[in-house]
């Protein structure tokens, strides 16, 4: 299979497979200028499919940057409403949301962290309803990635210019099982195993998660009602989609205030065009009550004040130390692919899917229940091959979930 057939495949798994665009959908598409190319080839792939219309948001990273540089203060206390119509319009009409990823892991390096945690905490508050309805499955969303020329040279700096956006494609390539056969049969028994591995989880009813490896030492308490779920959703009408190409995990809902002890970061986190790295967090009765970072400690400090709810956990995600992603050895700085390498946890905001009945409340209510609220969710990534995880059950019996930082059962 040469390039431009495995291009064509990623356009189709895109549009066919993480979408699953239906006939007579409003697609809208969020990406960079860096993707000019791929992107229009799944916009034709998607008016294939049955799209009725496809909007495509560019962004220039030049300007991205040049804006966090040069305008004034008060820019970043305001969000244009214009983008908040957009989107509504697509939940109001069943519509879905792509992100094609491209971003320079340091793209904002060095702009004050003032702007970036004003800018987060303005588009949070505009865009709490098309957060609620991603959150909730009530629309289809998928994000996906391809190379820019900055990010292949940040994973694979050693290597000439010339061969660095090749070896990421490739690399991407292979995340997302393409150039092995049918990839959208290999998509099917890749979920057909995670639901597997969900369903075994579900049937434990495990009250707790003990985490244990150098640098953690954690129990995560799950609420009553709790629900695994894997890398495959659907909306309310039925139709399914995969919200992150590639996935790995299982992942579910932890209780607010039943998270104690300490964990680290074994890969960095990108956050906001900056890097934060070899930070540990400690938390008290769910709450971060200290947090240390070697890189990005002033970052990591506005991140976990956003709100009161980001600093509390919202996400719990296994993976296994061996997948594929892993086992390439490549540090992607980039979260789709690095969570999907690593069992992780998120701050912030939680998935009412993973609590049965929960899908339809309002955050009030959600809160009731004892599941976090914010406006952040950000994932980061504490497995490794050294990583022991046991559920523990009603009566205090322990069983072992992972071993050296692979499934024990």
Known sequence: MNFQEKLEQYAELTVYVGLNVQKGQFVVINTTTDTLEFTRLVVKKAYEAGAKRVQVNYEDPVLTRTHFELAPEDAFKEFPQWSVVQRDEVINTGGCFLWIDAEDPDLLTGIPTKRLADWQKTAGKALERYRQAVGTDKVAWSIMAIPSPKWAQKVFPELPADQQMESLWQAIFKTVRIGEGNAVEAW???????????????????????????????????????????????????????????????????????????????????YQGNVIDNFTLTFKKGKIVDAQAEIGQELLNEMISADEGAAYLGEVALVPHHSPISDSNILFYNTLFDENASNHLAIGDSYPTCYEGARELERNQLAALGLNTSLVHEDFMIGSDSMDIDGIMADGSKEPIFRNGNWAF
């Open 188 to 270: 099917k028994n890749h979920i057909a195993f995670l639901e597997k591995r969900a369903t075994q989880l579900n049937d434990k009813r495990f009250v707790k998660l003990q985490y244990s490896a150098p640098g953690t030492n954690l129990t995560i308490e799950l609420p009553d009602k709790h629900i695994w779920m894997s890398g495959a959703s659907k909306t309310p009408q039925g139709t399914p989609f995969i919200a992150n190409m590639p996935t790995e995990e299982v992942y579910t809902v932890p209780l607010k205030n039943g998270v104690d002890g300490t964990v680290r970061n074994t890969k960095p986190l990108v």
